[in-house]
């Protein structure tokens, strides 16, 4: 069963940025879309962001403008790039294909 693996979270100050990485070792990565996640403490599990396998993006409103997701096929990795970040982005960052396994994520804080 494929599995993806999150990285790249940490602690940030307001107005700065992080790089998210999402990587598997599955055999459906390129052909597939890939979506990213959040869950902040006492929140239900929201979308981000979504990258077709042709590389075409869609947003939540709510990080429109300041997160940017790329895919690179060759690596099995997604990239979600977080510029701007708010303390409402603090949560817990999860990635994966459609109706696949959740992993453990990565946390994100977003903090003076």
């Known amino acids: 069963q494929v599995q993806f693996v999150e990285s790249g979270g940490g602690l940030v100050q307001p107005g700065g940025s992080l790089r998210l990485s999402c990587a598997t070792s599955?055999?459906?990565?390129?052909?597939?879309?890939i979506i990213w996640y959040r869950q902040a403490p006492g929140k239900q599990r929201e979308w981000v962001a979504t990258i077709s396998r042709g590389g075409t993006t869609i947003y939540a409103d709510s990080v429109k403008g300041r997160f940017t997701v790329s895919r690179d096929n060759a690596k099995n990795t997604v990239y979600l790039q977080m510029d701007s970040l708010k303390p409402e982005d603090t949560a817990v960052y999860y990635c994966r294909a459609p109706s696949t396994p959740w992993g453990q994520g990565t946390q994100v804080t977003v903090s003076s």
């Open positions: 599955g055999n459906i990565f390129s052909l597939t879309s």
